[in-house]
């Protein structure tokens, strides 16, 4: 069966510091992949997709960006933290492409910068 | 660009029906959904529904899908406090790569 795995679960962070968020997929090849953040009164805010390696399509510009540098590895990063950066952090996956996905969600990531 | 709107709060008895409704923007659609989010987790799926479908039975979950409105809702019956959670509503992206999702739904349910 298939898992999916996001780590750290929590994080604090300074103003003004990196990021990296990391993601893999288990029990499945070639998969879409997903970086949504959830902050306080916005909801779930789609941020990268990727439909493969070294493919990645940004939502919204932003301080964060992301890398995919394997098939089922998904990256989150930022070189230089803002406040604004703070929210819960979902990475999630689908397989194949087109209409139908159903989209799987890891147990998300906790970020507060402070 | 695809939008999905829902109301942010909903309280109900235990024993009661629970109704969540949603509104979204692309008829080309092929599948809708909801998802669940229990406090301080990931979302789980919980149901979707074909867009040439109007209404979906699954136990006490009910969707249905009224296409020309573009108008989803979810109808839980015998709600119980453990379906105390946050529910999304999401529609596919005009690409069909991505999900975009509602801003959620806070259900309460008191005994």
């Known amino acids: 069966s298939q898992t999916i795995h996001q780590w750290p679960a929590t994080l604090v962070q300074p103003v003004g510091s990196p990021l990296s968020l990391e993601c893999t997929v288990e029990?499945?090849?070639?998969?879409?992949l997903y970086w949504y953040r959830q902050a306080a009164g916005r909801g779930l805010q789609l941020l990268f997709y990727?439909?493969?390696?070294?493919?990645i399509s940004s939502e919204v510009p932003q301080n964060l960006s992301a890398s995919r540098p394997q098939d089922r590895q998904f990256i989150l990063s930022s070189k230089k933290l803002l406040l604004s950066d703070s929210g819960f952090y979902l990475c999630?996956?689908?397989?194949?492409?087109?209409?139908?996905?159903?989209?799987?969600f890891g147990e998300g990531s906790w970020l507060t910068v402070v | 660009g695809e939008d999905v709107e829902q109301s942010l709060f909903l309280s109900v008895r235990e024993g009661d029906s629970s109704v969540i409704n949603c509104t979204y923007t692309d008829s080309s659609s092929t599948y809708l959904y909801w998802y669940k989010q229990e406090p301080g987790a990931g979302l789980q799926l919980l149901t979707y529904i074909f867009s040439n479908m109007d209404m979906k039975q699954d136990q006490r979950l009910t969707v249905l899908l009224n296409k020309k409105d573009k108008h989803l809702s979810l109808r839980i019956a015998d709600t119980q406090t453990g379906d105390s959670a946050i529910y999304f509503c999401?529609?596919?992206?005009?690409?069909?790569?991505?999900?975009?999702f509602g801003k959620g739904t806070t259900l309460s349910v008191s005994s």
């Open positions: 999401a529609e596919e992206n005009q690409a069909g790569t991505a999900l975009i």
């Open positions: 029990g499945t090849s070639n998969p879409n």
């Open positions: 999630a996956w689908s397989v194949g492409a087109g209409s139908g996905n159903t989209i799987y």
């Open positions: 990727s439909v493969g390696i070294g493919q």
